[in-house]
């Protein structure tokens, strides 16, 4: 199951009773604060959850699946996410 934004937003609602127009606004607000902290090449690290950095990557030699033709790959900006050790023993079952 994928969780989507609106069912973030939801359990704001439900948990912490805020009105559904704040949930929602919580939920957007933190992920544009996200966004923009990666975009400006800042690391964003969550607490027992994980940490968000870009990485660079740089240009390479490829191939074309289709035609089988050599292609430049361009250099561009990726997104990695490491799981803090507390997330990747809950998400094993090893909770304690």
Excluded: Y
């Amino acid at each position: 199951m994928t969780v989507t934004k609106k069912q973030l937003a939801d359990h704001l609602l439900d948990t912490l009773g805020l009105a559904a127009r704040d949930s929602k606004s919580l939920v957007e607000v933190f992920f544009d604060t996200i966004r923009q902290t990666l975009a400006s090449g800042e690391e964003v690290k969550l607490s027992n959850f994980g940490a968000f950095e870009i990485k660079e990557k740089r240009a390479r030699p490829g191939r074309n699946p289709k035609n089988g033709q050599p292609v430049e790959i361009a250099a561009r900006r990726v997104v990695t996410f490491h799981a803090s050790p507390k997330l990747k023993e809950e998400c094993n079952g090893e909770r304690g």
